[in-house]
């Protein structure tokens, strides 16, 4: 959450700034390299108070007070966290500059992403509810470490003109993020009872990744509340005059030299490592599509709309379904094991999972599931858990205007899903019996059911895929893909 702080730091030569930051000239030719040596010594050295800048130490960074009041599918509980300590937010990775910052002027938004390898907090807690049906309450001292911490941030800001100078004024940000894992210790629980305080910490550390997806807007709403006003603390004591050389030219030196989807990696088809890099910057990619990127053609994917869709069946399942007004979550999250280009042979093969695809649409069904009729109309959900998936995506070369473009053509696609489970609502009318009846034999043999609709899931995932490949590559030729 410091990125932008340290961008701001490296790029100034303003006296009000602390002298043992490196500073760059936007005449130089190698600004960019510049900066993001600048970002990172930055970094480091914000492990004391800088009080002229409002900036903060980081190591540990102080927190008197933060509360949450969670209600969710798997948590029922209000929790107070007091005189917290964080470790780690110095230590961020900043890997390549055009990946961790972007700043527009014309929109008035900063962008960034960076990973933390590790944050430790040290808290007073005082906690009282249910996670996942199981009673937790107490008062104590708590521990909780998050590894490989993945976070994007998106902050709209205003300008504000005091004394003939431009100062930002934030009002509201988006955060997103999750790290490989997170462990928790909670002492104290249930008055000291030992073996129960250990049973509840270990099924906190089972149902970590559960338990972060229902917590996280909760949790992450706080950390939007300490970065809003870390930012306007240090907006109210350094002008954007005084922030960037030349005044406002930087930010259109800045503009000009960042595309627009800049913050996705880039790789050299020369490297050796070539498909480690791909890999990488494909995962990285996947992680940020979380809001639209209208300038490659890329819509947001938390969630994906999809207007229309129908599935048949053959065997047991002897229906069509038609699904309208879609929203699909957790693309986005899928966990890559393989992304390979093969320009000899114009194959693109793709291997990974999603830990957990929900569809959510209106569906209308009429004919039979496993020799039961079945007839309805409303809102369903359909939810698929650990799906693995492996594709071959198959391209043409196109050349335009001296450049080469993809274009996928054909496509192989293969998926299972660990679990899948069903809720359709207003079966039969509205007959309750019956609905539930229907949707217990759905989930009781979902293998079956699903093996008999896979192939039209199948081509709702090729129909998707394709479409955003093909809308990414007719605007992002090869040579601007790749180095």
């Given amino acids: 959450m410091k990125l932008v702080f340290l961008v701001f730091v490296s790029i100034a030569v303003a006296t009000k700034l602390p002298p043992n930051f490196k500073k760059c000239n936007r005449t130089e030719p190698d600004l960019e390299k510049c900066v993001l040596e600048a970002a990172r010594d930055g970094l480091k050295q914000l492990t004391r108070t800088y009080k002229k800048i409002r900036l903060p130490n980081l190591e540990p960074l102080d927190v008197v007070e933060l509360s949450a009041r969670v209600e969710t599918r798997l ?4 929790e107070t966290l007091r005189n917290c300590k964080f470790w780690g937010l110095s230590r961020s990775v900043l890997e390549k500059f055009d990946e961790i910052f972007r700043f527009n002027l014309d929109e008035k938004v900063i962008k960034s992403q960076f990973i933390v390898p590790e944050v430790r907090t040290k808290c007073s807690y005082q906690i009282d509810g249910t996670i996942m049906s199981v009673p937790i309450r107490g008062k104590g001292n708590s521990s909780i470490i998050f590894k490989h911490f993945n976070v994007t941030l998106y902050v709209p800001y205003d300008e504000i003109t005091k004394r003939n100078k431009t100062y930002g004024h934030v009002t509201s940000c988006e955060i997103d993020g999750k790290p490989e894992s997170i462990h928790f210790q909670l002492d104290n629980l249930f008055n000291g009872d030992e073996e129960a305080g250990k049973r509840v910490n270990q099924l906190l550390n089972d149902n970590w990744s559960e338990l972060y997806d229902d917590i996280k807007d909760d949790y992450l709403k706080m ?9 306007n603390g240090f907006f109210s004591k350094l002008s954007l005059e005084e922030a960037f050389v030349f005044g406002k030219n930087i930010y259109l030196r800045l503009i000009i030299m960042i595309p627009q989807a800049s913050n996705f990696q880039k790789c050299n088809r020369k490297q050796a490592d070539l498909k480690q890099c791909v890999i990488k910057a494909a995962q990285d990619a996947i992680y940020q599509l979380t809001h639209p990127y209208n300038e490659v053609n890329i819509p947001n994917l938390n969630p994906f709309e999809l207007k229309g869709a129908t599935v048949g069946g053959g065997g047991a399942v002897a229906v069509e379904q038609r699904f309208t007004d879609c929203k699909l979550q957790g693309f986005n999250k899928m966990k890559l094991d393989k992304f390979e280009f093969d320009f000899d042979k114009k194959v693109l093969d793709v291997v990974g999972t999603f830990p957990e695809i929900v569809k959510k649409c ?30 071959k995506l198959y391209f043409e070369e196109i050349k335009k205007r001296n450049k080469t473009f993809i274009k996928i053509v054909r496509s192989d696609i293969d998926m299972n899903p660990g679990h899948v489970s069903y809720k359709f609502d207003n079966l039969f009318n509205g007959d309750k019996v019956l609905g539930d009846n229907i949707n217990q034999v759905l989930n009781d043999n979902w293998k079956e059911v699903f093996e008999d609709v896979k192939s039209g899931y199948i081509e709702i995932i090729k129909t998707i895929v394709t479409s955003l490949l093909n809308n990414f590559f007719s605007k992002v030729s090869i040579e601007e893909a790749f180095d």
Avoid at 75 to 78: D, Q, V
Avoid at 223 to 231: A, E, F, R, V, Y
Wanted: aromatic share 4%; charged share 15%.
């Fill in 75 to 78: 948590i029922h509980f209000s």
């Fill in 223 to 231: 950390g939007k509340q300490m970065l809003i006003q870390l930012l």
């Fill in 362 to 391: 209106t569906y209308e069904v009429d004919g039979q599931v496993l020799l039961l009729p079945v007839t309805g109309k409303g809102p369903s959900e359909i939810i698929l858990t650990k799906v693995d998936v492996t594709s």
